[in-house]
């Protein structure tokens, strides 16, 4: 836990494309954690839309970011387009390097991966690109929050709240989170018991895989190029 008096810097990534609640949702828990600063960066000062079309503005331009104590890494459709994004990779990295903690949620984390990252790292990501995550040399946990010393990881769309609550706790304390979580009235009741690939049943799933086919055969052809730029050696799996 770090002193309350310690202000802290949180800054997410904004870019086209991204889900936004992977963004909103870790934004509702973090925009409440006492003295910090929380602001959206992204490549430029220009709005941006979301999968389904939400437009979002950014407060400032990486280039105007501070050295951050949390970077939060949404992820989505879009972050695709930035694998091979040298300016925002490298932004990433040099955030990370400084940073006391480091948040990816959902795809976020092959960012993390194609900005070198992810070796030996215990790591999660949504369920459609978590057979990925060994192509970074992440080790993969299949959990809905992975904390892994200052870097937690959290899987798919929602399991960002649940990650940036776990954040929350470990940058002010159980207490803080806790309140956080009280004044959000976070106290999920999903009407349907289908929230994983290991609970849906088995035609939704087959129907979401095929949904999602084209984009995750474009991330493994992807990931499978930038763990070759980047050394890391891959199998045929």
């Known amino acids: 836990m770090i002193p309350q008096e310690t202000h802290l810097q949180i800054g997410s990534l904004l870019f086209d494309g991204l889900d936004q609640i992977d963004l909103t ?34 407060d400032a331009t990486l280039a105007e ?21 040298e300016e925002i990779l490298a932004w990433i990295a040099q955030q990370a390097a ?3 903690s480091i948040f990816s949620v959902c795809t976020g984390a092959l960012l ?13 990501t949504h369920w ?11 080790v993969p946990i299949n959990e809905r929050v992975v904390v892994d010393g200052r870097w937690i990881f959290a899987a798919g ?15 002010r304390g159980d207490d803080v989170a806790r309140a956080i979580q009280l004044y959000m009235q976070y106290a999920p009741e ?6 994983t690939p290991e609970r849906a049943p088995g035609p939704i799933l087959d129907q979401a895989k095929r949904a999602v086919a084209g984009i995750t055969a474009q991330r493994e ?17």
């Open 65 to 85: 970011a501070p050295q951050l104590d949390v970077l939060h890494v949404p992820g989505g459709f879009g972050q695709e387009a930035l694998m091979d994004n």
């Open 221 to 237: 052809a992807t990931a499978r190029r930038v763990a070759a730029k980047l050394g890391i050696a891959t199998s045929n799996r």
């Open 157 to 171: 769309v929602t399991a960002g709240i649940d990650g940036a609550l776990c954040l929350a706790a470990e940058l």
């Open 25 to 58: 949702g870790p934004f509702e828990v973090l925009s409440r954690i006492p003295n910090a600063t929380y602001r959206v960066y992204a490549k430029t000062a220009e709005p941006v839309r979301d999968v389904k079309g939400l437009r979002l503005t950014p």
């Open 98 to 100: 400084g940073a006391r």
């Open 128 to 138: 459609a690109s978590f057979h990925l995550l060994p192509l970074f040399g992440a």
């Open 190 to 195: 999903p009407p349907f018991d289908s929230g």
């Open 112 to 124: 993390l991966g194609a900005a070198g990252l992810l070796r030996r790292r215990r790591a999660t």
